[in-house]
Structure formats: C-alpha cells, structure tokens
C-alpha cells in the first residue's frame, strides 16, 4: 500500500509559479512509476509528467518547457515545478503512484492516488 498526500497548490497570476509536492509513505522502496495529472471541471483526466524510479522523466506536450518532474528518494517525495502559468492550467493536480515495474509508466496504469491539490490561473 502506498498512501500520497498532495500540497503546494494555490492560486497566482498568468506567468506566476508554482510547487507541487507529493509526500508518499508506505511501501515506498517499490513504487516504479510516479506522476502528476490533472483535471478542470468537465474535462477529463490528462497526464501531465511522470518520473521512474531510475530518475527517467516524460513531461506531456501541454506542460513540455514550462513544467518539471523531480524525484527526491531520501524524502519519499516528487515535486512538480510549474512555470510561466497560464488561466488553461487551471486545475486540480493530482499524484500517483505504480508499483510494479512497466515502460513509459503509461498513463492508464496507476494504482495510488492522492485527494489533490487545487492550482488557479488567474489572467
């Protein structure tokens, strides 16, 4: 069982940044995939960044050049580092977690979730 507690949302003008952090406890040591996703009100699911455990990361076209997926194993912790924020990143952002072992950690294959964390977009 792996347990995910999301922090660092908030709410910042158009340009502004922001940290996402992920604390994980549990069975951490065998967490391969971890992610970040997002969600705005009537629109579905949508990946954002993953890292594995071998620090390999993948960024989504949206995000590519303004976001950044980091690791830290001593903490149990990924962050995701936001910038030059637009209204459209509007959201609430999600971490997860997979245990077992799989290539490009796809996105449909996650088995942890935490409850979220709101980012607001202003213009």
């Known amino acids: 069982q792996v347990s995910l507690v999301e922090s660092g949302g908030g709410s910042v003008q158009t340009g502004g940044s922001l940290r996402l952090s992920c604390a994980a406890s549990g069975n951490i040591a065998s967490t391969y995939c971890m992610a970040w996703f997002r969600q705005s009100p009537g629109k579905g699911r949508e990946a954002i960044a993953h890292i594995n455990k071998d620090g390999g990361t993948y960024v989504a076209g949206a995000a590519k050049g303004r976001f950044g997926i980091s690791r830290d194993s001593a903490k149990n912790t990924v962050d995701l580092q936001m910038n030059s924020l637009k209204p459209e990143d509007t959201a609430m952002y999600y971490c997860?977690?997979?245990?077992?072992?799989?290539?490009?950690?796809?996105?449909?294959?996650?088995?942890?979730w935490g409850q979220g964390t709101q980012v607001t977009v202003s213009s």
């Open positions: 997860a977690a997979r245990l077992r072992a799989i290539a490009n950690c796809p996105a449909t294959t996650y088995n942890y």
